[in-house]
């Protein structure tokens, strides 16, 4: 037998205001999608923006469905849409922000396991890490430095 370790490194920023600009306002886009969440069930509303190397931005938000598995998380709504219109496009960044009707939110909020497989599949097909940043309404901020440090051992297409 022989035994592996993984390490990863996740850099945690006590608040928004200790990013560079050009992330505090991806952020912000981040949160403005957070509002047009459709989340009558949850009551958990997340927003995510996706900045590619064209200088756009593309942002989405969660949308449920009384039948749970026909919903999609806002990192998904974001970066499909993305892969749709931008198709040659690099993904350099993206910036997640969650909150709760129910309650405040104030850690930062990671991609769901689908999401960080759907991330993994676009950072695998440019061949170059994707920031991502994610927080909850208020508070600390975690950013990553490529979707690998959140999902060390993803499924890609080799294995196919």
């Keep these: 037998m022989k035994s592996i370790t993984i390490s990863t490194t996740i850099e945690i920023y006590d608040s928004l205001v200790e990013l560079p600009e050009e992330v505090i306002k991806l952020m912000n886009t981040a949160v403005e999608a957070r509002e047009k969440a459709y989340a009558p069930y949850s009551k958990f509303h997340v927003g995510a923006a996706i900045l590619l190397d064209n200088n756009e931005v ?14 999609l998380c ?4 974001a970066i499909y849409y993305a892969g749709a219109t931008y198709p040659e496009a690099i993904i350099k960044r993206i910036a997640i922000s969650a909150t709760s009707v129910n309650h405040a939110v104030t850690t930062p909020i990671p991609p ?3 999401c960080r497989q759907a991330i993994a599949e676009y950072e695998i097909k440019q061949n170059e890490p994707i920031e991502i940043y994610f927080m909850g309404e208020s508070g600390k901020v975690a950013k990553s430095n490529s979707l690998k440090d959140l999902l060390p051992l993803a499924f890609d297409k080799s294995y196919l």
């Design 58 to 71: 593309i942002s989405g938000s969660n949308q449920e469905n009384a039948s749970y598995p026909s919903g």
């Design 74 to 77: 806002a990192e998904r709504t």
């Design 112 to 114: 769901c396991g689908a």
